[in-house]
């Protein structure tokens, strides 16, 4: 059974920094991209960022500030994310997407003075 959890939210100021984590168990990256996707209230699900291969994208308000990345021995996706913004305050979800799609539970980011 696959399942990811997400780790390292929390309530940070603005200009701060966290790093999510999402750990993998059940299956390995192979033939998988991943994914953080994040949720505000009353909004859409929109993806942050996602690595495929070697090929990094991100959505236009967190290009600079943010970097996906994975570790294959800890099967851990991680994303970084500095000079966080009150509008990057929502649930961050970890993704799994290849021939079948996994999500994590999500994890609160709140970014507030």
């Known amino acids: 059974q696959v399942q990811l959890v997400e780790s390292g939210g929390g309530l940070v100021q603005p200009g701060g920094s966290l790093r999510l984590s999402c750990k993998v168990s059940g299956t390995n990256f192979d033939g998988y991209s991943v994914g953080w996707y994040r949720q505000a209230p009353g909004k859409q699900r929109e993806l942050v960022a996602r690595l495929s291969g070697i090929r990094t994208t991100y959505t236009a308000s967190v290009l600079g500030r943010f970097a996906i990345s994975r570790d294959y021995a800890e099967n851990t996706v991680y994303l970084q994310m500095n000079k966080l913004k009150p509008e990057d305050t929502a649930v961050y979800y970890c993704?799994?997407?290849?021939?079948?799609?996994?999500w994590g539970q999500g994890t609160q980011v709140t970014v507030s003075s």
């Open positions: 993704n799994l997407n290849g021939t079948s799609d996994y």
